[in-house]
């Protein structure tokens, strides 16, 4: 076709004069959007397990996201702009996070990202937030190989990074004078890269510290039946058991050992003693009595905010504070997080996220936080520790509730 | 010695848990040659239907096993008549394996939307109980779950082996055909008899929900379990797969207890394996096809 010897007709000359007038109005309208920006919505786009293998979890950190969400704007927003969370479901699916996390940053456009649940999605997702240059902080992912992706932009809201969840057990045992220290250890460790790597520091600081091994197995995720493990361990009656467990393993290894008639004097288990909810319904309430745990927040912390932060779950959610799952707390405070960087620079976006958290530390609900290059905390948890029905803290003593419990009680049926 | 008795025993009671819930696989394969991916499904409905009767009623979850059975009858019964009778006779054998994969799927959909994937278990205040008996301990629901799984084996041979309607079944195993051509309603019999398959995973879900944590996503353990259990023991052959459900718990057991728990698992397949190289009908399996 030649365009010389093309006619222009009446109706094209219309249909040009209205598509002209569009692209003005357009450009003008989007000029005024320029000069409103600072009104306008601040999007944070967070993509999360609300079905699949990870629900649970996932529908704990969106309660915590959206509380957050209420909270800020209640205040104002951030830098007077309300805060809109878009969250998208990722089906627990390593694949889909990346899509999601892909939209997220692409088609909604938001102006921030930030973490999913699980290390399984949050190394995939992180790649993401790094290649299109958004900062991400994020509630649930610890797991060593996230740090090993070296990616400047992260931020792990929590104490350490989770394999560390062992060392304040293992600086309470070795704080007590030798004659009461337990004089040999049984490890029981689920095959899985949280979980087991954990109880190994726990074995190699024992071990340095003359507590003899007398038991150390690992088991694979689909090991359903405990009790064959349970008996090899109890046969060699250690007086202190390090499970590498996450929920599921935790409460057979423990129905176990009530089965087997086992109780050792020191039960320290890695996950699943840490929910409030699961581990007494799971292995009956009068059992939990002296079982260890690490924990990265607790009810009655005294952690700036903790109490509003309680108040404003449970006039939202309901129950009670013992019943908050602590990812909620996790994804509450990485929202906290944007407002400080905010109130600091008096700027909202991902490069004055990322310089700004890097230098300094930063108080949160789970203490105050600071990072390596790559996000890995440089903090510690809490040992926690059952008593009375309640996880109780126990160590450090700067904040224990409770002097820790030892030897354990024998198990109630 | 003590630690190998200790894992005889608790080996012996976890086959024999297992020996139940193969039986209705077994069962379906023997008369519909439907190798049935959803029985693990059925079997952890089955563990929420108990648990959720048990919370409503305070009824022993033992006792409810009464009314969870004819529910899981007629669901069974209901996949037949609606999901499995309109395949073509001559695809029915590999569609059937779609169809009971895709039923598998719904039902792990239907449970997560109702119940989430939090872990659950069925707790009469009495599933941690133990005897202990000349120092070796024997855990109470383990102990009823085996006397169960017997008195289950015992219902089955003798609905098979004595009643009308087993006689049905056998002869439809047999020869379909003949069967019709004496009066006997094929299609009828294969949705009792899968619904009857079906039924034996209420027993099979309140005790696998009293002995360990479950959510809807279990059944995919479950399943690669059962269907070892049942090649080994040969498929159609329950005897075959009460007595592979045993050599499963005991080796496993054994291997956990006396040498690594990450190779219980591995032995158990080893075992399936060389079974196969040498005898590929499994340590049970009917010469004629079908015969149970």
């Known amino acids: 076709m030649k365009l010389s010897n093309t006619k222009v007709s009446k109706r094209g000359m219309i249909t040009a ?61 951030i830098l007077g702009r309300s805060v809109s969370i878009k969250i998208v479901n990722d089906a627990s699916s390593p694949d889909q996070v990346v899509t999601n996390y892909t939209n997220l940053i692409t088609k909604d456009k938001v102006d921030i990202v930030m973490g999913p649940f699980s290390s399984l999605l949050t190394i995939p997702a992180s790649r993401v937030a790094k290649r ?29 990074a989770t394999t560390k969840g062992g060392d304040v057990f293992a600086d309470y045992i070795l704080s007590l004078p030798a004659s009461q220290r337990p004089k040999t250890a049984g490890y029981v460790k689920l095959d899985d890269p949280f979980a087991a790597p954990l109880a190994d520091n726990i074995k190699a600081r024992f071990e340095a510290a003359g507590i003899k091994t007398v038991y150390d197995q690992t088991y694979p995720s689909e090991t359903a039946d405990m009790t064959p493990v349970v008996s090899a361990l109890a046969a060699k009656n250690p007086d202190v058991v390090v499970g590498g467990t996450q929920s599921a393993d935790a409460f057979a290894q423990v129905k176990a050992m009530i089965q ?69 707390t996790e994804a509450y405070s990485a929202g906290t997080l944007l407002e400080e960087v905010a109130a600091k620079t008096g700027k909202i976006d991902n490069k004055t996220i990322i310089a700004t958290l890097h230098k300094g530390s930063w108080p949160t609900l789970e203490g105050n936080l600071s990072w390596n290059a790559y996000g890995e905390p440089q903090g510690s948890y809490l040992l926690t520790q059952w008593i009375g029905g309640a996880l109780t803290t126990v160590w450090p003593k700067a904040t224990a509730q409770h002097a820790p419990v030892a030897p354990k009680p024998a198990w109630k049926n | 010695m003590h630690l190998v008795v200790q894992a005889l025993i608790l080996g012996t009671l976890t086959g024999g848990v297992y020996a139940l819930m193969a039986s209705g696989q077994t069962l379906i394969f023997g008369i519909m040659k439907v190798i049935n991916l959803a029985q693990g499904a059925y079997v952890v409905l089955g563990a929420y239907l108990t648990m959720s009767l048990f919370q409503w009623t305070h009824i022993d979850p033992f006792l409810l096993i009464l009314l969870t059975t004819p529910i899981l009858f007629f ?160 498929l159609g052959s329950i005897g075959g797969s009460v007595i592979a459900a045993m050599v499963m718990g005991v080796g496993a057991a054994l291997v956990s207890a006396l040498s690594a728990p990450v190779w219980s698992d591995f032995t158990f397949f080893a ?17 004629v096809r079908g015969a149970l």
Do not use: C
């Open chain 1, 17 to 77: 004069g209205v598509l002209s007038a569009a692209l003005i109005t357009s450009s003008l309208l989007s000029t005024v959007g320029v000069a409103a920006n600072a009104a306008s919505p601040l999007k944070i786009g967070v993509s999360l397990s609300l079905t699949g293998d990870f629900s649970d979890s996932g529908l704990a950190a969106q309660r915590g996201y959206l509380l957050w969400q209420q909270e800020v704007n209640k205040k104002g927003g």
């Open chain 1, 132 to 160: 299109y240059g958004y900062s991400f902080i994020e509630p649930a992912g610890g797991g060593p190989k996230v740090f090993a992706e070296k990616n400047p932009n992260l931020f792990f809201v929590q104490p350490a």
């Open chain 1, 260 to 328: 087997l008639k086992f109780s050792p004097k020191w039960l320290f288990l890695s996950n699943g003693a840490s929910s409030p909810l699961e581990f007494p319904q799971q292995i009956g309430a009068n059992n939990t009595e002296g079982v260890f745990t690490s924990s990265d927040w607790y009810p009655k912390s005294t952690a700036p905010g903790t109490a509003a932060f309680i108040k404003a779950y449970v006039a939202k959610y309901g129950g009670a504070a013992t019943s908050i799952d602590s990812t909620s």
């Open chain 2, 75 to 234: 669901v069974g019964a209901a996949t037949q008549w609606f999901l499995l009778r309109p395949l073509r006779p001559a695809d029915a054998t590999e569609l059937s394996l779609l169809v009971t994969f895709a039923v598998a799927l719904g039902l792990e959909g239907l449970m997560s939307v109702m119940y989430k994937t939090t872990l659950r278990s069925i707790q009469p205040g009495y599933e941690n109980h133990s005897w202990t008996i000349a120092g070796y301990q024997v855990n109470e629901v383990r102990f009823y779950a085996f006397l169960l799984s017997i008195a289950m084996l015992v219902i089955l041979y003798l609905i098979l082996q004595k009643t009308k309607f087993g006689r049905a079944i056998r002869a439809t195993v047999q020869n379909p055909m003949s069967a019709q051509l004496l009066g006997v309603n094929s299609n009828l019999v294969s949705a009792f008899g899968f619904g009857l398959g079906v039924a034996t995973s209420a027993a099979a879900g309140a005790v696998f929900g009293l002995i360990t944590p479950f959510n809807p996503g279990s059944h995919y353990d479950l399943i690669s379990r059962l269907l070892t259990v049942v090649i080994l023991g040969g």
């Open chain 2, 271 to 287: 075992v399936l394996i060389i079974v196969l190289l040498v005898r590929p009908r499994g340590m049970f399996g009917a010469k």
